[in-house]
């Protein structure tokens, strides 16, 4: 059945210049896999009745479910046109938004590609994407136009009505062609500007100013598809026909007398011949006739589609013996009229010779690879290929050869790894038994049966039961498999992780130059290797073996175990590839995560990487259904990961594994491949936890209608006042500015506490400087250890001043005087955006201090229960009143603490005691303590102070002094907050979008709806692509990718980056207090601010206390079940 | 044709009692359910969603209204609202399926919170997720108890769940100075209760860092202030050995 076998492949392989590796690309449903079904069946591997309906690129079943591809699939073709032999790596792509990754994969080790476009649909979103990609790499396009029969059956077009229509549509396409060029063209003018600008300045000549674009110079003529130049072709897939203009140009210039190259310029456009005279002139629109076009070719085929769909037997029948063809008699009695035109079109314009014939004439092979690409490949971000190392500008010449001599440098670009399952490898699959084989085992069947003889007579010694038995075992194993290691097999070892794991990867790649051969030693560069480090390391001229080499980073050294020919679902064994091949490398799993280049000299840089059109912007939460399968999920996202040239996978510090991927049905695919491939287990997706954080502002100077506060005398019924006392238990004494006073349980000691709002920039400073303040507090805990560590660094130690002195910049004014110098701690873990500041006259613990202030005896009065104040700080800070999460930019003042006469004693004591040893005391969780009840509380957070430092003579009935200073520090923290104006901080992302202008009011709706806000947007040069900025709250971004992907019908695709943490305004305690708010809120107010839905539902996810009515009308719950 | 509607008739349905016992009789007011522990807990402020009718029985199932005399020697008033309001508040409730359920659930959610705040996955170092906890909480059918504490609850969870899945409690961090004589006994003694020992330095003193199951802190430390008398020292690094930031698999 199959026409070629592998040794045909491998003799065509080596013939570089016939190679041409391609891939097709359209948008989705545009019949991209059905066209490379029509042109496998060219080489025989599937019937030419099934082409277009098995779909035999999509080996996964939620392929062939769902309709569409969604992984790059390759498969080697084999085609003759006249004397030469051509060989074709046809890469089918998918066209979905989701799995455009895929689609740079293929583009990345293709030299050309077939553009596919529906010819009802025209250009759709994914065609532009894919012709940028295709730009992008430099690889030339060449157009199919698709479903041609849709024109004629579906819309009913006459000839010239599809005419007009096709020419709009290769119109647009050459257009975005166009866009495409002008853009790169203004950009290399941009470049050079900024350049000249340069030099101007360091000449400080006059400079006349050069107004042109520099469009007009640049040459465009080879940039567009037409049907004249021959790179575009017609075809209807389904029905397998498909044309070039050169097809009937040669038809008709026998017929009419015409020279071909005349046809060939004039049968696509404005044209009508004169049949009188054989005379080509150019249409005159007023006289109506019809173009070459529409005469010659068009009206031939709708007469033919007319005459089966009408089933009109006599005019079939004359037009298949004018053409010359033969028709099978079961085809032409069959019913369906698509049978018949299919049976009689591809007979007459069979569709793989139009294609194939265009990819081999107007496609570069390997060979030809311009070297702009090739520079452009090996130049990673703004490298320019000058700048790399001599070494490396030597492989120009080697890619640009392309030769395959032993001398020549082997290069392999690995552009994903795909997995399959072991069974179907080559080596492990069932081959057919040869005779020998047969023979072999008809001898050890007999030998087997002669043995259960014996022991059924039981006549045989112990020693033979046992030999059968281990005879009896390894035929059991190796028989249904039809496959022996000791059988004379080409495969040398089966794949070691075969037992581990059913999955093996396999390596999609390309050969750019030199001959990869199976066994061969090959470095593997991962994609941030960079050649300068290694020529830096080692010597020039290095003669030791490869294992030697000293460790270079991301550089690895491995054996090419067994190479693939890959013909789409199967895989074929090779010996060695040729270069300018597409090939499959098994046994690189342990090397390359996703994407490499391989090659035999360490000089040569890695690839730029994929340029991905989508990136990974949807984030889901994965948990196994079972907490027991932990481990398999773990092992299958990382299975996935490898599999995946576009997923991410992560463990946040949450807990929680997120899965990041392009878009939902790339998500539903990977939680497919997951449960049934790679994990194997039930798992359940969420919606990943969003983290917020509390701070408090200054209390605002409008109310919500934006009136001014204090002002208004006529303030409405106020709830809030019985609530606001309600909120601070009695015993806490409050300041009418917040300072809040608190004694411990036992009354001996009394703190008072302070909150102010940071400004922002302190808190952007302490962020950025989380670093620096951790080890800062390693340094001062160390010195305070007594040890003596090493001299503190000149660096850190300048990098602490600088760091001072930002604050110091920042918090000026009255109210932050000397605040700076009084910093004792930083919150939560010690490093956070929080600050605790002390003003007591005697406090000398600053940070600043370091080792000096805390080795003086006097401070020993306060030190070791100051400790107990920080860690109340620290839980405080931790976990805020609203909704447990971190605080930001607060800072705490302790404004005074006092402590009682026993207490001081008790600490004195101590210390004469225990020479001022900081001893640790803590309670163990979950004991129930000796105390009453009512202090349960304290209790239990005391007992989680296990850091409780300072020992503490003073038991009392309330526990240890320390506990319950940690205690009460955090309840004085919590109750400073909540008489300040609290707030919730959100996570934003900062959001780019990229749209076409006539989608823009559609991008900002799907933005105001999930309250996001536009910064800026702009517009690309040359192109009529708006940049559009945005902000969006992390909250709200699940399912915003997807929304607005289908709002803007896939013009529009976002990407999302975290940027930083925003207050959100809203007042999540508020209720409408004057009467002006209640006209405009009503009097519950509840249902548009912002800030208290997303507490609640933060509460209501840890299971803390939310302030909700159980049943919202008392009435509505009444059973009304007895009529009365 | 006309139907008989008794308009004096005032019938209650889907009532919750609330009672109250003073100057030896039984006062009882007819509420609705599901609001009385939300009149409590200040939610509900609307007293009119709370109580069906704002008479005072004496016993609601059979209409009996409480007679004023009665009224004004029990609450010194005869305002019916203003003592339904005091009943509402000081009366014994019965608690409806609703208010129980969201308790129970409030309750189940806070433990399940509490242990993933504790607990880390051994292998990875990493937290476990509270949804991932609360599942397996369900698949030992935990059950809550609604009048014992959700802390003690969670520490019995966690020694149930260990059965179940891979769990431990969050290692502490601690760093003991201890003079080098006595050092190298209690090292022995110490032994047992440490987990990993991370780091040892012998130079002037015996300077350990390891990490524990912060259920043996107290042992620890009260071993640590018998044996060396108060001269060794105990320090917390940390409170959590857990992995901070996220991991990208690569």
């Given at each position: 059945m199959v026409l070629n076998g592998v040794d045909k492949m491998s003799q065509l392989q080596k013939n570089t210049a016939n190679i041409r590796n391609i891939c097709v690309l359209a948008h989705v449903d545009h019949g991209k896999t059905t066209l490379a079904d029509c042109l496998i069946s060219s080489n025989g591997i599937i019937s030419s009745r099934l082409a277009g309906k098995l779909r035999y690129m999509d080996s996964r079943e939620d392929e062939q479910v769902r309709g569409i591809t969604m992984k790059s699939s390759a498969i080697s073709l084999h085609y003759a046109e006249g004397n030469e032999e051509y060989l074709i790596n046809l890469i089918d792509s998918p066209g979905h938004v989701d799995f455009s990754s895929e689609v740079s994969t293929a583009v990345r080790i293709c030299d050309g590609c077939i553009i596919v476009v529906d010819a009802v649909e025209g250009v759709c979103p994914q065609t532009q994407a894919v012709l940028r990609q295709a730009w992008l790499e430099n690889i030339r396009p060449v157009l199919v136009i698709n479903k041609i029969d849709r024109l004629i059956v579906e819309l009913k077009f006459t000839p010239q009505e599809a005419y007009s229509h096709l020419k709009n549509i290769l119109e647009q396409i050459n257009a975005l062609t166009g866009t495409l060029f002008t853009s790169k063209v203004l950009e290399e003018r941009a470049e050079r500007e900024t350049e000249s600008q340069v030099k101007t300045h360091s000449e400080q000549g006059d400079q006349v100013y050069d107004w042109s674009t520099g469009l007009e110079d640049a040459d465009d003529s080879q940039l567009y598809f037409s049907p004249e130049q021959g790179n575009v072709v017609f075809t209807s897939a389904i029905d397998g026909w498909g044309f070039g203009i050169e097809h009937f140009a040669r038809i008709y210039s026998q017929k009419i007398g015409i020279r071909k190259e005349v046809l060939l310029k004039t049968l696509w456009g404005d044209y009508y011949i004169n049949m009188k005279a054989k005379k080509i002139m150019k249409v005159d629109q007023a006289k109506g006739k019809k173009p070459l076009f529409v005469q010659l070719i068009l009206e031939n085929i709708w007469s033919l589609y007319d005459a089966v769909l009408k089933k009109d037997k006599e005019k079939i029948d004359k037009i298949v013996t004018s053409l010359g063809l033969r028709i099978g008699a079961r085809e032409a009695r069959h019913s369906d009229p698509k049978v018949q035109i299919n049976a009689i079109c591809s007979q007459w314009l069979p569709i793989s010779h139009a294609v194939l014939a265009m990819v081999c004439q107007k496609l570069p092979s390997p060979l030809d690879m311009t070297s702009e690409r090739v520079e452009k490949l090996l130049c990673?971000?703004?490298?320019?290929?000058?700048?790399?190392p001599l070494e490396t500008q030597a492989l120009k010449a080697a890619f640009m050869k392309c030769g395959s001599e032993d001398t020549a440098p082997v290069i392999i670009f690995v552009s994903k790894m795909f997995a399959v399952d072991a069974k179907a490898l080559p080596q492990n699959k069932p081959r057919p038994l040869t005779q020998e084989e047969m023979a072999q085992r008809r001898e050890r069947a007999r030998q087997r049966h002669a043995e259960k003889l014996a022991g059924a007579q039981g006549q045989a010694p112990q020693g033979s039961t046992q030999d059968g038995g281990a005879l009896l075992a390894s035929p059991q194993g190796d028989e249904p498999r039809g496959d022996e290691p000791d059988v004379a097999s080409v495969s040398p070892q089966p794949v070691p992780q075969e037992e581990s794991s059913q999955e093996a990867f396999i390596a999609f790649a390309r050969v750019f130059s030199g001959i990869a051969r199976r066994g061969q030693k090959i470095f593997v560069l991962g994609p941030k290797y960079s050649p300068v480090e290694f020529l830096q390391r080692v010597p020039l001229g290095f003669s030791a073996p490869r294992e030697d080499l000293p460790p270079v980073p991301h550089m690895a050294c491995c054996t090419l175990e067994s190479l693939y020919l890959l013909m789409g679902r199967e895989l074929e064994d090779l010996e060695e590839v040729p270069p300018g091949n597409v090939l499959g490398i098994g046994g690189l799993q342990d090397f390359i995560l996703k994407s490499a280049t391989l090659c035999s000299l360490p000089s040569c840089p890695p690839f730029i990487p994929l340029n991905f059109e989508a990136t990974p912007i949807v984030r889901v939460a994965i948990e196994p259904k079972h907490p027991s399968e932990m481990p398999q999920l773990v092992k299958g996202m990382k299975l996935l990961n490898q599999a995946d040239p576009c997923v991410q996978v992560l463990i946040q510090e949450t807990g929680e594994h997120v899965l990041v991927t392009a878009g939902e049905v790339h998500l539903q695919r990977c939680l497919d491949d997951l449960r049934e491939r790679f994990a194997k287990i039930h798992i359940s997706v969420s919606e990943p936890i969003i983290p917020f954080r509390e701070t408090i502002t200054k209390p605002?100077?409008?109310d919500m209608v934006n009136e001014e506060i204090g002002r208004q005398q006529k303030v409405a019924v106020i709830h809030q006042t019985k609530e606001e006392q309600s909120k601070i238990p009695e015993g806490i004494h409050v300041d009418s500015d917040g300072l809040i006073t608190i004694t411990t349980p036992n009354k001996l000691a009394t703190l008072s506490v302070r909150a102010i709002p940071l400004p922002e920039e302190v808190t952007q400073i302490l962020e950025e400087n989380s670093d620096l303040i951790r080890s800062m507090e390693l340094l001062t805990s160390s010195l305070n250890e007594g040890r003596n560590t090493q001299a503190l660094h000149q660096k850190t130690q300048e990098k602490i001043w600088e760091f001072k002195g930002k604050l110091e910049q920042h918090l000026t004014g009255r109210k932050w005087r000397n605040t700076v110098d009084q910093i004792w701690s930083f919150g939560p873990r010690k490093c956070g955006p929080n600050i605790l500041a002390s003003r007591s006259e005697d406090f000398q613990n600053s940070v600043w201090s370091g080792p000096a202030g805390r080795e003086s005896k006097e401070a020993g009065r306060f030190r070791d229960f100051g400790n107990s104040i920080v860690s109340g700080f620290q839980l405080a800070t931790l976990s805020g009143p609203m909704c447990e999460e971190p605080l930001m930019g607060v800072c705490f003042v302790l404004e005074k603490w006092e402590l009682s006469k026993c207490a001081e004693q008790g600490s004195s004591d101590k210390q004469n005691q225990e020479e001022c040893d900081p001893t640790g005391e803590g309670q163990e969780e979950g004991k129930t303590c000796p105390s009453g009840s009512e202090n349960q509380e304290q209790q239990d957070s005391h007992s989680e102070?296990?850091?409780?430092k300072g020992e503490s003579p003073v038991t009392d009935c309330y526990g240890p002094f320390s506990g319950q200073l940690i205690a009460t520090m955090k309840e004085a923290c919590r109750y400073a907050l909540q008489v300040k104006p609290q707030r919730l901080m959100a996570a934003m992302y900062t959001c780019d979008i990229m749209a076409t202008s006539d989608v823009l009011g559609r991008v900002y709706a799907v933005l105001s709806k999930r309250e996001g806000r536009v910064l800026q947007e702009e517009m690309k040069e040359g192109t009529d692509m708006f940049i559009i900025k945005a902000v969006l709250p992390v909250a709200e971004s699940f399912g915003f990718a997807d929304e607005i992907r289908k709002r803007t019908s896939g013009l529009a695709s976002p990407q999302l980056v975290f940027s930083h943490w925003e207050v959100i305004p809203s007042d999540p305690f508020w209720v409408p207090t004057t009467e002006e708010e209640y006209l405009h809120f009503g009097e519950k107010a509840d249902s548009e601010n912002q800030a208290r839905k997303y507490m609640n539902a933060v509460r209501k996810r840890k299971g803390l206390y939310v302030e909700e009515k159980i049943v919202e009308h008392a009435e509505k719950q009444r059973t009304l079940s007895k009529n009365k | 044709m006309s139907i008989f509607t008794p308009t004096n008739q005032i019938r209650l349905t889907n009532v919750a009692v609330v009672r109250m016992k003073r100057a030896g009789k039984r006062f009882e007011i007819a509420c609705y359910k599901n609001k009385v522990v939300g009149w409590r807990s200040g939610v509900e402020k609307d007293l009119d969603e709370v109580l069906q009718t704002h008479s005072v029985f004496v016993n609601v199932s059979k209409g009996q209204v409480a007679k004023k005399e009665d009224l004004i020697s029990a609450f010194g008033t005869d305002d019916q609202t203003e003592i339904c309001k005091q009943i509402l508040t000081k009366g014994e409730v019965q608690v409806s399926d609703k208010e129980r359920h969201t308790q129970l659930e409030q309750m189940f959610r806070d433990i399940a919170t509490i242990v993933a705040d504790k607990c880390v996955n051994p292998e990875t170092k990493r937290p476990y997720t509270v949804i991932l906890i609360e599942r397996a909480m369900k698949d030992i059918h935990y059950s809550v108890k609604p009048n014992k504490s959700t802390k003690q609850q969670a520490l019995e969870v966690i020694k149930q769940l260990k059965e179940k899945i891979k769990i431990e409690r969050a290692h502490m961090r601690l760093r003991f100075l201890l003079p080098l004589n006595e050092g190298k006994k209690l090292k022995e003694k110490l032994k047992p209760l440490?987990?990993?020992?991370e780091s040892e330095d012998y130079s002037q003193q015996l300077e350990i860092v390891c990490l524990i199951d912060p259920g043996c802190f107290r042992e620890i430390d009260e071993l640590i202030k018998k044996e060396t008398k108060g001269r060794g020292s105990l320090e917390v690094l940390s409170l959590k050995d857990v992995e901070e930031g996220d991991e990208k698999f690569e």
């Open positions: 990673t971000g703004s490298q320019t290929f000058e700048s790399l605002p100077k409008v102070e296990t850091s409780a | 440490m987990k990993v020992v």
